[in-house]
């Protein structure tokens, strides 16, 4: 406990201005070098202090508000160091008060109101409520309009950043491109020491208009931006982050270029990162996934099996490293199928394809119906149970593949540029059942070969309107 520390308040602050200041201001010390180190138990020391003071002081609204502000910044790291969902909610009930104890017109209200947006940020990130995301952009706009000229910068960083990550949750390209605009005026507003940063951030979202608009002069630019933040002095967090953003905007140039210079350089960086995060670093599961991604690349490429070996056990050590409700949670079930799916294509053990259905289905369990990409879950789920069929003859999977097709095909208009692909899962999953069930009847049922000819001139019918891409 800190000396002098007085918990108890029912008669009013028994200390002068400057004492009860700097013991506030201690409390912040024992919190930041808690932060620093990590240590989970001064932390737990630091949010009994931090609500001692908030009592205490409870006559004086600026320190009142300042120790509910280090309230918040000890249950944010104490989330970031364990995991534990409960220290998010209690930040936010933090931040809350700080911001309504604060006075309107003293000059730490915008950090207050950007501490409470952040929080925010992070809880929605855990839960996918998307009411935080847009409470949390609603605060930051205004930050913006109350700051001060020599704050622009940072503001405009943190705005772009959560319209960013909105258009992520709503599709609405609109406050992508909106994102990008304030990026650039954040990094030519930026001081040197914030300028890896901006760089940084304008890369990622250029990097994210890439995946939506395939101009590969985004993802270009993405990757000249994050070399040129590489180059300059910056934190080993924000060399870490940098290097896992370069990592893997590299790899998705291989996507599209197929430069296996990319790739390996890739996954070096991919290593490089995963030395610089600690066991228990709120985004170790991030960086598993993205260099199991590579592994699994390459392993298609190279063909070796500890590759894909390697792959599954990092994608298996992020899952276990992120709540059951993470926004990410479905994406990263989805892609440790692929890699039980790949790795059954080359050793043919049943048990690798099933656990590949059953990742599948916890996929698509845990993707909200009004997912923008909900039919890649459903056709996933089809295809590994159309290949399961393949080798156990279980008719009752070949019905659920077509169901899954259909309903794949349903959710999307008429003219999605990926309509055409669903179809043809459905199509292949019909043909197969017609295969099987006139070969379940010693008769050769004339239904199932009557309905093959019709089949297959819808097929060709439907491609007409439907062109595969």
Same mark, same amino acid.
């Given at each position: 406990m800190?000396?002098?520390?007085?918990?108890?308040?029912?008669?009013?602050?028994?200390?002068?201005?400057?004492?009860?200041?700097?013991?506030? @201001?201690k409390?912040?010390?024992t919190?930041?070098?808690?932060?620093?180190?990590?240590?989970?138990?001064?932390l737990?020391d630091?949010?009994?202090?931090?609500?001692?003071?908030?009592?205490?002081?409870?006559?004086?609204?600026?320190?009142r508000?300042?120790?509910?502000?280090?309230?918040?910044?000890?249950?944010r790291?104490?989330?970031?160091?364990?995991?534990?969902?409960?220290?998010?909610?209690k &930040?936010?009930?933090?931040?809350?008060e700080?911001?309504?104890?604060?006075?309107?017109?003293?000059?730490d209200?915008?950090?207050?109101?950007?501490n409470?947006?952040?929080?925010?940020?992070?809880?929605?990130?855990?839960?996918?409520?998307?009411?935080?995301?847009d409470?949390?952009?609603?605060l930051?706009?205004?930050?913006?309009?109350?700051s001060?000229l020599?704050?622009?910068?940072?503001?405009?960083?943190?705005?772009?950043?959560?319209?960013?990550?909105?258009?992520?949750?709503?599709?609405?390209?609109?406050?992508?491109?909106l994102?990008?605009?304030l990026c650039?005026?954040?990094?030519?507003?930026?001081s040197?020491?914030?300028?890896?940063?901006?760089?940084?951030?304008?890369?990622?979202?250029?990097?994210?208009?890439?995946?939506?608009?395939?101009?590969?002069?985004?993802?270009?630019?993405?990757?000249?931006?994050?070399?040129?933040?590489?180059?300059l002095?910056?934190?080993t967090?924000?060399?870490?982050?940098?290097l896992?953003?370069l990592?893997?905007?590299?790899?998705?140039?291989?996507?599209?270029?197929?430069?296996?210079?990319?790739? @390996?350089?890739?996954?070096?960086? &991919?290593e @490089?990162?995963?030395?610089?995060?600690?066991?228990?670093?709120?985004?170790?599961?991030?960086?598993?996934?993205?260099?199991?991604?590579?592994?699994?690349?390459r392993?298609?490429?190279?063909?070796?099996i500890?590759?894909?070996?390697?792959?599954?056990?990092?994608?298996?050590e992020?899952?276990?490293?992120?709540?059951?409700?993470?926004?990410?949670?479905?994406?990263?079930?989805?892609?440790?199928?692929?890699?039980?799916?790949a790795?059954?294509?080359?050793?043919?053990?049943?048990?690798?394809?099933?656990?590949?259905v059953?990742?599948?289905?916890?996929?698509?369990a845990?993707?909200?119906?009004?997912?923008?990409?909900?039919?890649?879950?459903?056709?996933?789920?089809?295809?590994?149970?159309?290949?399961?069929f393949?080798?156990?003859?279980?008719?009752?999977?070949?019905?659920?593949?077509i169901?899954?097709?259909?309903?794949?095909?349903?959710?999307l208009?008429?003219?999605?540029p990926?309509?055409?692909y669903?179809?043809?899962?459905l199509?292949?999953?019909?043909?197969?059942?017609?295969r099987?069930?006139?070969?379940?009847?010693?008769?050769?049922?004339?239904?199932?070969?009557?309905?093959?000819?019709?089949?297959?001139?819808?097929i060709?019918?439907?491609?007409?309107?439907?062109?595969?891409?």
């Amino acid at each position: 406990m800190l000396e002098g520390f007085a918990p108890n308040a029912s008669d009013g602050p028994s200390f002068t201005q400057r004492d009860a200041e700097d013991v506030v @201001e201690k409390i912040w010390d024992t919190t930041l070098a808690a932060i620093e180190l990590p240590d989970i138990a001064k932390l737990e020391d630091a949010i009994i202090l931090a609500w001692k003071a908030a009592d205490t002081y409870r006559y004086d609204p600026v320190l009142r508000s300042s120790a509910f502000d280090c309230l918040r910044c000890a249950h944010r790291a104490m989330f970031e160091e364990t995991g534990r969902v409960e220290h998010v909610g209690k &930040g936010v009930e933090a931040a809350e008060e700080a911001v309504n104890i604060c006075p309107l017109s003293h000059p730490d209200r915008p950090v207050r109101l950007s501490n409470l947006a952040c929080i925010l940020h992070i809880r929605f990130e855990t839960s996918a409520n998307t009411d935080d995301l847009d409470r949390s952009i609603a605060l930051e706009e205004q930050v913006l309009a109350i700051s001060p000229l020599s704050d622009r910068s940072l503001w405009l960083h943190n705005l772009a950043a959560s319209l960013c990550v909105r258009f992520e949750a709503t599709a609405n390209l609109a406050n992508l491109d909106l994102s990008i605009v304030l990026c650039e005026e954040s990094l030519k507003l930026a001081s040197p020491s914030d300028r890896p940063r901006q760089l940084q951030s304008l890369a990622i979202s250029l990097g994210i208009r890439f995946d939506h608009t395939a101009d590969i002069c985004d993802l270009e630019r993405g990757v000249t931006l994050l070399e040129q933040a590489l180059i300059l002095p910056q934190s080993t967090e924000d060399r870490r982050d940098c290097l896992s953003e370069l990592a893997w905007s590299l790899w998705t140039r291989y996507e599209e270029t197929r430069n296996v210079a990319d790739l @390996e350089r890739s996954i070096t960086l &991919g290593e @490089e990162v995963l030395q610089l995060c600690g066991p228990t670093h709120i985004d170790r599961s991030r960086y598993l996934a993205n260099l199991a991604s590579s592994l699994s690349s390459r392993f298609h490429v190279r063909k070796r099996i500890a590759d894909l070996n390697r792959a599954i056990d990092l994608d298996e050590e992020a899952l276990t490293l992120i709540p059951p409700n993470h926004v990410d949670r479905s994406l990263r079930l989805s892609n440790l199928a692929w890699s039980y799916g790949a790795r059954f294509g080359s050793n043919e053990k049943l048990d690798d394809l099933d656990k590949c259905v059953t990742l599948h289905e916890q996929a698509l369990a845990l993707c909200p119906t009004t997912h923008n990409d909900r039919h890649y879950y459903l056709v996933n789920l089809a295809l590994s149970l159309r290949k399961r069929f393949g080798h156990k003859s279980g008719i009752a999977d070949l019905d659920r593949s077509i169901e899954l097709a259909q309903s794949a095909l349903e959710s999307l208009p008429l003219h999605h540029p990926r309509r055409s692909y669903c179809l043809d899962i459905l199509s292949l999953a019909q043909l197969n059942h017609i295969r099987a069930t006139t070969r379940q009847n010693s008769n050769h049922d004339w239904y199932a070969f009557a309905s093959l000819p019709i089949l297959l001139l819808t097929i060709s019918f439907q491609r007409v309107f439907n062109p595969l891409d």
